[in-house]
């Protein structure tokens, strides 16, 4: 079980910008996966980024130039910072975590499966980023 919990949603004017911080104690002491999505109302869930167990960053197209994904020292927390924020970045931002296994992480391409299958188990509740023009 890994208790996922997301913060630092807000409102905020286009071209503005916003830090998000997940949390998941669990990833602590054991190997983790962890990954941001969001979904705008009426729309799908969409991936927006995750690093993978050797630390690459990955993004999705669209904010791969505006964001940044990093984790902490102790790889319980993922952060996402944004900026240039624009109207259609609105939306529920969600952390998704999973426990993977020592020959997973080493591996070194599991989060990257987990975040393009959107397979997590492990979800949050989400925090709401509203951009205002």
């Known amino acids: 079980q890994v208790h996922v919990t997301e913060s630092g949603g807000g409102s905020v004017q286009a071209g503005g910008s916003l830090r998000l911080s997940c949390t998941a104690p669990?990833?602590?002491?054991?190997?983790?996966?962890m990954a941001w999505y969001r979904q705008a109302p009426g729309q799908e869930r969409e991936e927006v980024g995750t690093?993978?167990?050797?630390?690459?960053?990955i993004y999705r197209y669209t904010v791969k130039d505006r964001f940044i994904i990093s984790q902490d020292n102790t790889k319980s927390i993922l952060n996402l910072q944004m900026s240039s924020l624009t109207p259609e970045d609105t939306a529920m931002y969600y952390c998704?975590?999973?426990?993977?296994?020592?020959?997973?992480?080493?591996?070194?391409?599991?989060?990257?499966?987990?975040?393009?299958?959107?397979?997590?188990?492990?979800w949050g509740q989400g925090t709401q980023v509203t951009v205002v023009s």
């Open positions: 998704a975590a999973e426990i993977i296994s020592t020959s997973d992480f080493r591996r070194g391409d599991r989060c990257y499966a987990l975040y393009k299958h959107e397979t997590f188990p492990y």
């Open positions: 669990e990833c602590e002491t054991r190997k983790c996966c």
């Open positions: 690093i993978e167990t050797d630390g690459r960053p």
